[in-house]
Each structure stands twice: as C-alpha cells, then as structure tokens.
C-alpha cells in the first residue's frame, strides 16, 4: 500500500511538472523536487525523475551542464535497476545531451550503450530508435557513410517488425542526404515518408509528422518549390 501510495505521489508531482514545464519554471522545478521525495525508496522512479529533471534543464532552464549532471547520477544508480529499458532510455538521452555540447566522441558511446542493451533484450523498435539517433549523430558530423550504415540497420530492423515504423527513418534519411548535398536522393526519402504517414490513421501525431516530413520536403530543392 505504502509503494502504490509513493508512486502515485510521483505520477502526480510529474503530472504538474508537466503541466507547469513551459509555463512557470520555479512551480515545474518544485514538483520535480516534489517527485525526487516521492521516489527515494523506488530506484527505478527516482531515474526516471532524474530523466525529467535533466529535460528541464536542457530544454527549459538551458543548462546542459545540469542536464548532463542528472543523467549521470540516473546511470550511477543502474547496478541497482531493473528495467533495463528505462537505462537505455537513460544513455540516449544522454546521447542527445552529448550531441547538443558537440561532444561527439562522447555521445557515440552513450547511443552505443543503448544500443548493446537494447540488443540483448530484443526490442526492435526501440533499438531502430537508437539506430537512427546514431545516425544523426553521424550526419551532424558529416560522416555520411557511417549515417547510412546506421540507417539501413534501422530499415533492417523495420523490415522484420511491422512496429517499427520506416517514416522515421525515412525522413531521417532525408535529412543526411540533404546535408551531403544530393538533394534528390533527399527528395525521394521525404516522399517516401509522407506516402506511409498519409496511409496511416488520421490522428494528431501523425499530422505533426506529416506536416515535418512536407516542410523538408519543402525546402530541400535549391529552388523554393510552388
């Protein structure tokens, strides 16, 4: 009773952070502080309040530092974790903190850890995601050729489970052909991504992507498109 009763205290604190993240930055931080109460004899949910914790701060407070500092006191606490998804989720995250301090040899090491453990759980969905941060990662260095490595492991991957989902990976792939310059070959991804969210159900997050995936489509010819 006592357990259920903590984590319903964390889901509420989480829930007005939520709520208040973007909108009141000292009432966001006093319920995370609220949640970090609530979970001290949970480590699983003492690490996923330190995963928010470090969301505020890169992307509302703007102190990847702090970010970066709460990720790594999740990951000093996985010997003790049982979900070994939420410490995957962990490294990425990390991964993408590395990515925005352009502290690429670092950030490659968190998506690889991901990686290692997501392959040893047999996730595919959240393994392609990882795929394609990596990927990503690799285009933002200009390293093409390991991009599309990384991309066709997240095809390989969707080829196999109809879960995972190839849009994704086909507007990421988009995107890397678009920062090497083949405009093109970018063209061809984009319109392969908007022809599998268009066959989907209508629904408010397939809208958002169809809208991203057209406005690369967009501005991906040298000349602005009619």
Request: include cysteine.
């Amino acid at each position: 009773m006592l357990a259920q009763t903590a984590k319903d205290s964390v889901a509420h604190a989480l829930k007005q952070f939520k709520k208040h993240a973007y909108v009141h930055n000292d009432s966001a931080f006093y319920y995370l502080k609220q949640a970090k109460f609530a979970a001290m004899g949970n480590t699983d949910q003492l690490v996923g309040v330190y995963g928010r914790t470090s969301d505020y701060f890169a992307f509302v407070a703007d102190d990847l530092d702090s970010s970066l500092l709460y990720l790594d006191k999740a990951l000093k606490l996985s010997p003790k974790i049982e979900d070994s998804i939420l410490i995957a989720q962990i490294h990425n995250r990390r991964g993408y903190v590395l990515k925005l301090q352009w502290k690429i040899e670092e950030a490659f090491k968190s998506y690889n850890n991901a990686i290692v453990i997501l392959e040893k759980i047999d996730r595919p969905k959240l393994l392609s995601n990882s795929y394609v941060k990596k990927g990503k990662l690799y285009t933002s260095a200009g390293l093409y050729s390991e991009a599309f490595i990384s991309f066709d492991k997240a095809i390989a991957l969707a080829e196999k489970n109809k879960k995972v989902s190839k849009s994704y990976i086909y507007r990421s792939m988009g995107q890397a052909y678009k920062a090497k310059g083949d405009f093109e070959e970018a063209e061809v991804y984009f319109e392969k991504a908007i022809e599998i969210i268009k066959s989907r159900k209508k629904s408010k997050r397939s809208e958002a992507e169809l809208t991203r995936c057209k406005t690369c489509l967009l501005y991906t010819s040298p000349s602005p498109r009619d």
